[in-house]
């Protein structure tokens, strides 16, 4: 029964928050803030014509190709670290200035570099989206319970078994929690690049909107965008509550998934 | 049975380092000897701190002794150098811990496998080994079970399974039903007895529960305060096998328990 209580609160979110926009647009002026139904119309209209299609597929293949190229080797990385803890301490303040520097400040340098194709955004991606996996990946790694690798040793397990049935399952909601937020995020960054500089994908949409003071093709391509972002999340909720079925429900994160 | 003892602790010492500048940290534990029969059920006793736990981790080599030796089979093990320690001896000295630390991924039937699996030995003879344990312990029905849907005692039961899965020939038991409520702790360690009883492998098992340590043991070491070392020893003649239920209602129960709480205090 919660679970259509909480549909129902959704939808009700939603009407109040189309109705806003509605009554935004007859004080503003539909010139800049269209209305919700002439949005809607144009994403599908969009949709059904293959151009939202077409440009949202350029999107995800950047954000993709930059999610995989900066999350595997975040995750390697810490576990390849493990036995090594002085390198960690090494590259740490680097891995800090990495995640804390404003990437999007990097897009004009890669636009240069790699021109304004897809590599540029996904060089962007793949910045913004290593950092973060790499430090969810190493608290995962770190959080690891050191009675159970000396139990999994009493037992007879060398130190490659000790990764597999041990440090590797630990660390994998760490990986989660990480990719929860890295992966969207990603989707997100690969739009904003696109509107610097690009000749495709959804974030050309919204500029080429933008320069044509079409604010409805603005709308419609951020509703994309929006509409890429949550499928993404959930996604990934869906794989993490697959394969962690393990953890007891109390979990408030696994909570939080089993509710959607 | 024979007389050889399997495993010999001879003058074993530890104190943990100390930090820099500091006074020498204490003896925890100092010319500690004593030995286990091939087949002997050796419990040990002690005011909690005496470091039980400490001397079971420098069986186990999961901890390094600052002096004296430990043999098994007559080979002795090499206890100081932290980097030749081998968890277990090979497979020759299982150990059930306070914790139960069951692997919370796996269910009750893949956490009783774990060892055979990282032995590389799991085959059809010894999943069926590990389901006839899993039968003896009362854990049907929850073989599909993750660590967290089990009550405490069948986490207890789970890891001590786990353990006798591989047949260790030396299990050392750390205070396995000191968390437990009452009424379990009784039926663990009946369902313990009962699997001893099949095998009759050696085992030295640690507690701080009087009445535990006579029920289970062929014999009961007494320790002392820190720094610690052997206070007395007690041959328990009760019959095998026994019934830990009515143990408390044998002739001579009362006296050594009398004697072993003068000990302890």
């Known amino acids: 029964m919660k679970r259509y209580r909480v549909l129902a609160d959704r939808i009700l979110v939603c009407i109040v928050c189309l109705a ?8 503003l002026g539909t010139y800049w803030v269209s209305t919700p139904w002439a949005t809607i119309s144009r994403f599908f209209i969009s949709l059904w014509d293959g151009e939202l299609i077409r440009h949202a597929g350029y999107t995800i293949e950047e954000a993709a190709l930059g999610g995989v190229i900066g999350a595997v080797p975040a995750i390697i990385l810490p576990f390849a670290l493990r036995r090594f803890p002085t390198i960690v301490q090494i590259i740490d303040p680097f891995m800090i200035g990495g995640y804390g520097l404003p990437k999007l400040a990097l897009a004009p340098l890669f636009i240069l570099w790699f021109g304004i194709g897809i590599e540029s955004k996904i060089a962007v991606v793949v910045s913004i989206v290593f950092f973060i996996e790499y430090y969810a990946t190493l608290s995962g790694v770190r959080a690891l319970d050191a009675r159970l690798v000396q139990m999994a040793q ?3 397990a060398n130190e490659r078994q000790v990764a597999r049935h041990v440090v590797w399952p630990c660390a994998v909601p760490n990986i989660f929690a990480g ?11 690969a739009v904003v690049t696109e509107l610097i500089s690009s000749n495709r994908g959804l974030g050309y949409l919204v500029q080429m909107g933008a320069m044509n003071f079409d604010i409805t093709e603005v709308f419609a391509a951020i509703l994309g965008a929006t509409v890429l972002v949550l499928a993404v999340g959930y996604a990934v909720d869906g794989t993490e509550a697959m394969l962690l079925r393990w953890r007891p429900s109390s979990d408030p994160l696994q909570q939080a998934t089993s509710t959607t | 049975m024979s007389t050889s003892p399997l495993l010999e602790v001879r003058n074993l010492a530890k104190r943990f380092a100390s930090r820099q500048g500091r006074e020498p940290a204490p003896w925890v534990i100092r010319d500690l000897s004593f030995s286990v029969r091939d087949g002997e059920f050796l419990t040990i006793i002690g005011p909690s701190g ?6 079971l981790n420098m069986i186990a080599q999961i901890d390094t002794a600052t002096g004296g030796e430990i043999l098994f089979g007559g080979d002795t093990i090499v206890v100081s150098d932290p980097k030749a320690l081998k968890p277990g001896l090979d497979r020759r000295i299982g150990y059930v811990t306070q914790d139960d630390n069951l692997l919370p991924w796996r269910t009750t039937m893949d956490n009783v496998l774990f060892p055979l699996e990282v032995q590389g030995r799991l085959d059809d003879k010894t999943r069926a080994h590990a389901e006839t344990l899993i039968k003896a312990v009362g854990l049907s029905g929850y073989e599909k079970y993750y660590p967290h849907e089990l009550s405490g005692g069948m986490r207890k039961r789970t890891s001590l399974i786990r353990t006798l899965v591989y047949d260790p020939p030396v299990i050392l038991m750390d205070e396995p039903f000191a968390a437990v409520d009452a009424q379990t702790r009784v039926q663990l360690q009946e369902d313990l007895l009962r699997l001893w009883e099949m095998g009759r492998k050696t085992i030295i098992f640690v507690t701080h529960d009087i009445a535990e340590a006579i029920a ?6 007494v320790l ?5 070392r052997i206070k007395a020893e007690h041959a328990i003649p009760f019959k095998r096998p026994r019934n830990v239920k009515d143990i408390f209602g044998l002739e001579g129960f009362a006296q050594v328990y009398e004697k072993i709480r003068a000990e302890i205090q």
């Open chain 2, 216 to 221: 289970l043991g062929d014999r009961t070491l």
């Open chain 1, 20 to 27: 806003l926009w509605q009554v935004a647009s007859w004080i």
């Open chain 2, 50 to 55: 005496s470091g039980k736990s400490t001397l």
């Open chain 1, 154 to 156: 009493l037992c007879g």
């Open chain 1, 179 to 189: 990719l929860r937020i890295s992966l969207p995020i990603a989707i997100a960054v």
């Open chain 2, 224 to 228: 002392t305060k820190q720094p610690t």
